[in-house]
């Protein structure tokens, strides 16, 4: 991350010490005493222009780079591999329409918990408070590995869903306690990623800055194993991963699938900002239906420098998306043709646009709207399984304070509307979250 210094601090302290200059000159006996005294000058003013560097954040600079990776520091080098520590603490709270999303007891929710909250009868407003999205990282990164390069990269958080009856570890009674929860766990040599981390189907530049993040309704956002190559290409990169092919919805799981999620990006970067292209191939079987299709999705993405430091981000994404899509909003197949015996992929799409712009070096808002929709005309909701809407749109509007570079407060409104299936009607959620993430 890349901080600026106000314009009007640089001039000022360039002037005190140029006024000083002659005044310590004064009664040097030779011209070694001044140059000398000029140099502690010199690096008494570089001392003080880094430690006023470090009181002002002016958020992330245009980078394609995963936003939580280590940045590059010290760190604690043991022989020839040198470890570094990170991650945040992120405290929310949450006042939000029907519950909170569930029930108050998963004060992070996701859309489709929000979709039941908005289904409910429930109007009251609920408040929660949650420090569970908080981050430890550790990251090494080794020397001439066979003539190249080794890092890893390890990321934990403790956003795990109370509701979870199977994994249930902690209440909101007592002690507010969570297990720790993996995210990202990898390494790279040579080109090639493997563990996991966040889908190649996915372009992490293009994603919104929100405080609830990922949760618009249409973004591609999932983390998971795979083998990924990653390799030169005109203006950028090209990116070919086997990733996990888990499907299922919540609490309806099929049959795990016989060959890997194939998924790839081409990604081209320039000071024009980033644009990217992404395919996804994914095999459906279910072997009570004795059925295997093979069916896929494209998605196209892009950040775009505007005015100053401000920028536009899109995504647009179409096909057999499932679960990659909004969070697990809807499931990979029909499920009422599941439970005649068909295996039909369920195709939707979704777009998302933001714009980011930034009032000063420390204050900057985000604007975001996201939209998706199932392609294919629904009858009704499956009978007796968890019932989906047939299309989500999210509002996103914050503002954001970096009082430094460790530090930053903001305050986001969110508003969800999902529509029925077979229906005009829809039913909305609405959210008001306040955070302060701290970094280290």
């Known amino acids: 991350m890349t901080t600026t210094m106000p314009s009007q601090v640089r001039p000022l302290l360039r002037a005190v010490a140029i006024a000083g200059l002659p005044l310590m000159a004064i009664g040097s006996g030779s011209a070694l005493a001044q140059s000398t005294e000029l140099d502690e000058l010199r690096e008494r003013v570089q001392q003080l222009e880094n430690k006023l560097e470090g009181a002002v954040s002016t958020a992330p600079e245009l980078t394609e780079d995963n936003p939580y990776l280590l940045r590059d520091g010290d760190g604690i080098k043991i022989g020839s591999t040198t470890i570094s520590f990170g991650g945040f603490i992120k405290a929310d709270a949450i006042f939000g ?27 009251d407003w609920k408040t929660g408070f949650s420090a569970r999205e908080s981050r430890i990282s550790i990251g090494t990164k080794t020397e001439d590995v066979v003539g190249h390069t080794l890092t890893t990269y390890l990321e934990m958080d403790f956003n795990q869903d109370l509701n979870d009856g199977m994994n249930e570890t902690g209440n909101e ?26 889908t190649t189907f996915t372009d992490l530049a293009a994603m ?63 000071n024009y900002g980033f644009y990217s292209i992404a395919g ?38 179409y096909g057999a998306l499932g679960r990659y ?95 029925e299936i077979a229906t005009s009607s829809s039913m909305q959620y609405e959210q008001v979250m306040a955070s302060a993430k701290l970094s280290f």
């Open 97 to 123: 329409s029907h519950g909170n999303g569930s029930l108050n007891s998963y004060s992070i929710g996701l859309p489709r918990t929000f979709a039941s909250a908005a289904a409910s009868d429930e109007s």
């Open 173 to 198: 009674i007592v002690s507010n306690s969570y297990s720790p929860r993996l995210r990202q766990a990898y390494g790279s040599w040579n080109g090639w990623d493997f563990g996991q981390t966040y």
């Open 208 to 270: 919104p800055e929100i405080l609830d993040q990922g949760k618009q309704a249409a973004f591609i956002y999932a983390t998971q194993p795979m083998i990924r190559y990653n390799m030169a290409a005109p203006g950028g990169k090209l990116m070919v991963s086997l990733e996990n092919p888990e499907d299922g919805y919540y609490g309806n799981s099929y049959d795990d699938q016989s060959y890997p999620d194939l998924a790839m990006r081409y990604q081209i970067r320039g």
């Open 280 to 317: 996804l191939l994914r095999n459906f079987e279910d072997n009570a239906a004795d059925e295997t299709i093979t069916d896929g999705a494209v998605s196209l993405s892009a950040r775009i420098p505007t005015v100053g430091r401000d920028d536009l981000r899109l995504q647009y994404s």
């Open 325 to 419: 899509m909004g969070l697990l909003t809807y499931p990979d197949v029909d499920l009422a043709a599941l439970a005649q015996g068909d295996v039909e992929p369920l195709k939707t799409y979704g777009a998302t646009a933001a714009y980011r712009h930034f009032w000063s070096p420390a204050w900057r808002s985000t604007l975001t709207v996201s939209h998706t929709e199932i392609v294919d005309d629904l009858v009704a909701p499956p009978a007796g399984t968890l019932s989906y809407f047939d299309s989500s749109t999210s509002v996103h509007a914050n503002i954001l304070w970096s009082a430094h570079r460790n530090l930053t407060l903001g305050l986001e409104y969110a508003y969800w509307d999902f529509g």
